[in-house]
């Protein structure tokens, strides 16, 4: 067994070590409630409310262990369910990652090494940002750092308090994500290494103990499996692609902005393959460099056992880059041994005043693109989480009598209605994706009466990949605005039923023409929403995608509100059309709330790419660039 060196032993951070989680305390609650709960954090409020029962009840519907849940709601139950207190929780849950992450690097390597990985953790975007969200990945990486630190102390001399801390650690992590085994999967293959060295007793200890892990993680086992099983799995990623994206993750966060060159994550590796050379260089403890010997294999090990287990299982995705939680605290630490490394081999080449100056250039390098990723994680509205907060303001100021609000993800009910608890919500389609007679039952009675319809998609491609609800509502309602709001896609539809009009005998260019139309009424006030049916003949191939557009006109012609979109909701381009074809097609235009008294002509026409228009005849006769197709009355 290893004797003891300078690697192994944790007296504390030091002072040091405490302006150093004062500052990562700082990063950490900077601005903690500046940004809306968005949709996962929206579930992980609601999954921890109500008795313990019903916690792990809800949790066994989710896709994620409930030990996150469970102490979030006893968290909760302190300090009160404001976005501040939910999200302090992971905050301070960070605070404590900084002191876990500086200890497993001095027990790897040395006290320095540990302030350097302190130090790192503390002013690292990629742990302050998961810090501020109400998720467990941050807590994932603090049962990473610790399961591993009581992992080394027992490796080092066993004993019931270091296995009781293996336990403990070993269970949690289990119970908060389904990474965390890469953790002891790394162990163990260290493990390994010990045993062919003479050590196989301690392997036959460690599997005991990991079996008594496991019999505390049975009774979740088989709802495990079902989570699991219904991960979705993304499409296949380039592995060059997913590993430059890892690699980005962990050396400068998920805010660095992609307009900063990748040669940034240079330092990174540069310090970990000094970390790894310090390693492999290191001698037994008690001579000079006095280093765990296996201490940069171990790091690694740990670094790349996650990785492998994403990759492996094909669940790598932009949006996974958060389980990499569970190897930051490693490669930290192999950052910071090779930080280590080169402070000591510039004391030896120039002297203290050489290894201040080196320190503090490479220190500067290294801040750059740290305070980038930084700034943007506060301040740049392109990382900024999906705005439910704001979207509820607006939506409360819009609605009326009348209208109702579909949110398509079943998840968004969390977190909106923790804005709005009273919204006026309209229910979804439960099954995913939904069969056109759940569609028609569920929305059919739920959208008779109202005026109105304001919709937030979110993760349909996953949900419904055919489109069938936005389809239905095409073929039912007017979509008259949509715009996207962070991932949040926002429609307003327009809602009634239009008259019959016949074929008006126009005909737009040579090879369109209208076969009928209708309108939902003729008389409507500021903020309503104008309903237009059009019935489309093809007389003739159309090779140009045009789109269609709806304007309407005051007095002098200029539109005041408009539509303009590709037919039949973008889903059947004029280029696919089919000579013989009569295409419905629904259009909604949406008035401005300050519109003025009076009446307005609606005019509608075709546009190409080039911005020309085609030309409209009524019986032959050439009558302009756009049909009127009605007269609508605006009053109060």
């Not at 807590?139 to 004993?159: D, E, M, N």
């Not at 100021?397 to 009273?422: C, S």
């Not at 995913?432 to 491609?461: K, M, N």
């Amino acid at each position: 067994m290893e004797r003891a060196g300078r690697a192994g032993r944790w007296k504390g951070p030091g002072w040091i070590g405490f302006v150093i989680l004062l500052l990562g305390m700082g990063l950490r609650f900077y601005r903690l409630e500046a940004q809306s709960l968005w949709y996962d954090e929206g579930t992980s409020a609601r999954l921890s409310e109500g008795p313990l029962r019903h916690i792990l009840e809800s949790a066994a519907q989710d896709i994620h262990p409930p030990l996150y849940y469970v102490l979030l709601h006893g968290w909760t139950a302190l300090v009160g369910r404001s976005v501040f207190s939910l999200r302090a929780f992971s905050a301070l849950a960070g605070v404590l990652l900084i002191a876990a992450t500086g200890s497993l690097a001095a027990r790897l390597f040395d006290r320095r090494a540990g302030r350097f990985a302190m130090f790192l953790m503390a002013i690292h975007p990629f742990a302050v940002y998961y810090a501020q969200e109400v998720r467990m990945y941050t807590l994932l990486g603090l049962w990473a750092a610790l399961h591993s630190i009581f992992w080394l102390a027992w490796r080092r001399r066993p004993h019931p308090g270091r296995a009781l801390g293996l336990l403990m650690t070993g269970a949690a992590g289990w119970y908060t994500h389904y990474v965390f085994p890469a953790i002891p999967a790394a162990h163990f293959l260290c493990m390994l290494i010990d045993a062919g060295q003479g050590r196989f007793r301690w392997l036959i200890r460690w599997l005991g103990l990991q079996a008594w892990i496991g019999l505390t993680v049975l009774p979740w086992a088989p709802v495990a499996m079902t989570q699991l099983r219904q991960w979705p799995a993304p499409p296949p990623t380039p592995l060059s692609e997913a590993l430059r994206a890892i690699l980005r993750a962990l050396g400068a966060g998920i805010t660095l902005p992609p307009e900063v060159p990748s040669a940034v994550l240079a330092l990174p590796l540069i310090g970990i393959s000094l970390g790894m050379m310090r390693g492999v260089g290191a001698r037994h403890p008690g001579s000079p460099q006095e280093s765990n010997p296996m201490g940069a294999w171990i790091a690694l090990a740990l670094v790349l056992s996650p990785i492998g287990l994403v990759l492996g299982r094909g669940a790598y995705r932009e949006a996974n880059l958060k389980f990499f939680m569970a190897a930051l605290p490693a490669f930290v630490t192999l950052w910071a041994a090779g930080l280590e490394a080169m402070r000591q081999f510039l004391q030896k080449r120039g002297g203290l005043w050489g290894e201040r100056i080196g320190l503090a250039l490479t220190l500067g390098l290294m801040l750059g693109p740290t305070g980038v990723s930084l700034w943007a994680l506060y301040f740049d509205p392109h990382f900024a989480r999906d705005d439910y907060r704001g979207v509820a303001r607006t939506l409360a100021a819009l609605m009326r009598p009348g209208d109702g609000i579909l949110l398509y993800a079943p998840g968004q009910i969390d977190v909106f209605t923790y804005y709005w608890p009273e919204a006026p919500l309209i229910p979804a389609p439960l099954r995913r994706p939904p069969s056109l007679e759940e569609i028609e039952e569920t929305l059919t009675p739920a959208l008779r009466g109202r005026d109105r319809l304001f919709v937030l998609w979110y993760g349909e491609q996953e949900a419904d990949p055919e489109g069938r609800v936005e389809t239905w509502l095409d073929a039912h309602a007017f979509r008259a605005e949509e715009r996207w709001i962070g991932r949040i896609r926002f429609a307003v539809y327009g809602l009634g039923e239009p008259d019959e009009r016949p074929a008006p005998g126009v005909r737009f260019g040579e090879a369109i023409e209208v076969d009928g139309y209708g309108m939902t009424t003729s008389r409507l006030g500021p903020g309503d929403v104008l309903g237009l049916v059009v019935r489309w003949r093809v007389l003739a191939p159309v090779p140009t995608p045009y789109k269609v557009f709806v304007h309407v006109q005051g007095p002098d012609g200029r539109p005041v509100a408009q539509t303009d979109r590709e037919p039949l909701g973008w889903r059947r381009p004029t280029t696919t059309w089919r000579p013989g074809e009569v295409l419905e097609d629904r259009y909604g235009v949406w008035l401005p709330t300050t519109l003025a008294p009076g009446r307005y002509s609606i005019v509608i026409g075709f546009y190409g790419p080039d911005g020309r228009r085609l030309p409209v005849f009524h019986n032959g006769r050439r009558i302009g660039e756009a049909w009127e197709i009605g007269v609508i009355e605006c009053s109060p």
